[in-house]
């Protein structure tokens, strides 16, 4: 079946978004944002996260559940977050064991020094939303149709999502990105419950950024 090209816009608007506007942020400010300018480039991110949406809507003429996202079973999709969570830190902690006996450094990053813990919540909720909008959901959906394959959508949406962590957490970032993704990726063909792989994704990153910090 030929694609349409309103399914390529979506494919490139999942692809480029998260990597082009914080390159558009950094080439402007410099790599140590401040709150305001934060706040405005995660906003960036969370509305073209709406503008996928509305081209699923209103240009594919389909919902959302055609990439995994519906708004029924929270209990559920809540258990099963938890799950993902457990078995995403453990695949973490195996990617950070590798990058030491590897000598890579990570955890190095201080982008988020001078920033406050509202700041910090709402980069790890657009995380949560929009990378796994973005890199699970549509990609892995669209190619497979695309493709026909899961292993293929898998790569092509694992890799880069993988590589987009080299900026600001080097070489073990990227392992430690691919590890959790990885996971995600298996989660999301398994239950293909999106909210569920939003929630655990939030609070990976929540948890060590904010919870622990405000404490």
């Known amino acids: 079946m030929k694609t349409r090209p309103i399914t390529w816009l979506g ?3 999942s692809y480029s978004t998260i990597t082009a506007v914080n390159w558009i942020f950094k ?3 410099g790599a140590m944002l401040n709150n305001s300018q934060v706040i405005a480039k995660e906003l960036i991110i969370l509305t073209l ?6 081209l699923i809507a209103k240009g594919e ?20 977050a938890f799950g993902i969570m457990v078995c995403t830190l453990a695949a973490i902690l195996v990617g950070i064991f590798i990058s030491q006996q590897l000598g890579w450094s990570f955890g190095e990053s201080k982008a988020f020094d001078a920033l406050s ?12 939303v929009a990378e796994e ?3 699970r959901g549509y990609l892995l959906e669209r190619l497979t149709t695309i493709s026909g394959s899961k292993w293929i959508a898998g790569a092509l949406s694992l890799i880069p999502f993988a590589l987009f962590h080299y900026q600001g ?22 239950k293909r419950d999106l909210k569920a792989n939003i929630i655990a994704h939030f609070l990976i990153d929540f948890i060590p950024n904010v919870v622990v910090e405000w404490f």
Do not use: P
């Open 11 to 13: 494919l490139f608007i």
């Open 27 to 29: 080439s402007q400010y």
């Open 49 to 54: 996260v709406g503008v996928l949406f509305l």
């Open 61 to 80: 003429k389909l919902g959302l559940d055609s990439i995994g996202l519906n708004f029924t079973g929270w209990g559920k999709s809540i258990l099963l």
């Open 117 to 128: 813990l509202w700041t910090i919540t709402l980069v790890v909720i657009r995380a949560g």
């Open 133 to 135: 909008v973005f890199m």
């Open 169 to 190: 957490q080097g070489w073990a970032g990227v392992l430690i990105s691919f590890n959790a993704g990885l996971v995600l990726t298996i989660f999301y063909f398994w």
